[in-house]
């Protein structure tokens, strides 16, 4: 839960001493025991809550991102028609000059201009005005048509600015949300450390250490098991699982992706497969919608780990039953144990 270790010489839990709880009342070591439970379960609800309006926050952020591609692939291509206009404007008016003004004429109708003699002055005319309309028609009708292209890439252009506009009051709602929620996250565990102190520390400690140990038992049994048709781990595995490493202590914050400052926990991701030479999308949903899917039992160092439904954490396996994830707010860049009933899938990155 990120709270505070327990410090030295704290009474062990369930020595049947009596206590006074919240409100002055008070309690026996079961009672304590009992509250502290009912606390810590508390935090991991809020923490929940508090991973989803996250998660909302970075997947608004990955949609501006592909939307961005979008804007600059419309804009690409709005640039290469006006300069194909322009070409076909030039073109047109060259034409125009070589065929009335007569400055230039092909090969192909200087017999004729220069026949006197098999060639009435009106069969040249008719065959000349003949040349001059098909062409003018030709072009002008290919130039109508780079024109209305460029207006219907114009109108998508705008369409998508909307969007992005609409993306990023969304993203700033969600992202108020989630710091909201962070903050009620915080004062309640700092509540409860004022009320409960080293019986709250002790209790997560040992909780973390059960979780250990009943990670590393599920992750032996997993290896008993013999799977075909799934894709081998990359061979860039170890190199993410290095870079992720390489962040030890680097603190939570929504949205950030900042190597050696801040991550949330899909950013962490994207940077680790990223010094592996492996781009992967940038929110933990879209992360668990594009990579190949693999049985939780077939888990491989480098892998990630997906939890909450729907999707709302992402971390990454280092084997042995452990994973390296930047958790919430108020935490750090950490290696912790997976608890494998809670994950919703495990994605392979190639």
Known sequence: MGLA???????????????????????????KQREVEAILDELDRLEEQMDQLAEDYAEALNDGIELDKEIAATEGRIKA??????????????????????????????????????????VRRSYLTSVALNTGVSGLDSLQGVIEDIARERKQLE????????????????????????????????????????????????????????????????TKTKYSNI?????????AVKAALSQLGVTYKFGALSPGVAFDCSGLMVYAWSKA???IPRSSRSQYAALTRIPTGATKPGDLIFTRNPVGHVGMYLGNGQMIASPRTGDVVKVYAVSWSKVTGVGRPK
């Open 277 to 279: 030479g492996v781009g």
């Open 231 to 239: 894709p081998a781990p990359s061979s860039a595995a170890g190199t």
């Open 81 to 122: 028609k006006e300069i194909e206009l322009a070409v076909m404007q030039a073109q047109l008016q060259n034409v125009a000059l070589k065929t009335f003004v007569g400055k230039s004429v092909s090969n192909s109708l200087a017999s004729i201009l220069s026949s006197t003699g098999s060639l009435s002055d009106a």
């Open 5 to 31: 270790p327990a410090t030295a010489g704290a009474s062990p839990m369930g020595a049947g001493l009596a206590g006074v709880g919240a409100g002055g009342v008070v309690q026996t070591s079961d009672q």
């Open 159 to 222: 369409s998508q600015r909307t969007r992005k506009g609409g993306i990023a009051d969304y993203a700033k709602k969600r992202l108020a949300a989630a710091e909201a929620s962070a903050n009620v996250y915080t004062a309640r565990q700092a509540q409860a450390l004022r009320d409960l102190g080293d019986l709250l520390r002790n209790e997560q400690s040992r909780r973390a250490k059960a979780a250990l140990e009943d990670a590393a038992r599920q992750a032996k049994e997993f």
